[in-house]
């Protein structure tokens, strides 16, 4: 005979208190990239909910668009929320107007190309571009990486309030690699640097044969909005012309930004 030991209910494990449209969120909140397509099940266990509220609240965000089931009973993110998108200055609308400026980045300088916007202590990639470099870093669309670490999270980090400063310097900070810096007094020297100069040059942070140059996108208002970069091997690296690349793309993609919400740039 075979006996199971039956999990306990998952909203026992679930934060007191969480409101309705949390429970919501944790449902979408399941689904990443390792997590594409999942069982209501699976759905429940990884948001922390009993079945039956995962039951109930899948079926509400499949009639809404928000997840479509597959003909094998897994469930994915439906199309509504790829809609919703769009309507983020800083999500899709951003990546349609940069686009032809980072493919012409990405073939002149033959590098991986980011663009990257800040989302609390992360960057996350809005767009990349990727090249058949020997050590190459695998990074897709949604990614995110703590700002210490990349060329792009450096440049937001750079360009953020002092209280986002003090907040991620003064948690732990992950080392990817030997090179990457993790000591807060450096990093402020760095951001200080990076502030003065408008470019960040970063060697090996998170792979080591790889150099990384970035440069701020600003928004309408004058203010950092984005950050896009270029990865290149470091033994072929020109940090000064893909600066100035980069800086070429970067006024580009601005004067872009400003014309298609009808603001003046001549």
Known sequence: MTTTTAEPPTDSLAPAGRTA???VLAVLGAFDYQHRLLS???????????????????AELVSFGALERGHDGRYGVGLR??????????????????????????RTTGGNVHLGVRDGSEVVY???MRSRLRHPITSRVGDR????????GLVLLAHAGQDVQDEVLSAPLERFTPKTVVDPG?????????????????HGQIT?????????????????????????ESERARPRELEIALREVSRAISRSLKAANGVHTG
């Open 126 to 128: 809005v767009d990349t």
């Open 208 to 232: 080591l044969p790889n150099t990384v140059v970035a440069v701020p996108v600003l928004a309408i208002s004058g203010e950092v909005t984005a950050a896009i970069s270029v990865v290149v």
């Open 21 to 23: 449209a949390g429970r």
């Open 40 to 58: 209501l099940s699976e759905i429940a266990r990884r948001g922390e909910l009993t079945l039956p509220t995962a039951h109930r609240l899948v």
């Open 186 to 202: 450096e990093l402020r020297r760095i951001l200080t640097q990076i502030r003065r100069t408008g470019v960040a040059v970063a």
């Open 145 to 152: 990486w703590p700002l210490h670490a990349t060329g792009t």
């Open 81 to 106: 929320l790829l809609e919703l998108s769009a309507l983020a200055p800083r999500g899709l609308q951003l990546r349609e107007i940069a686009f032809p400026f980072l493919s012409h980045l990405h």
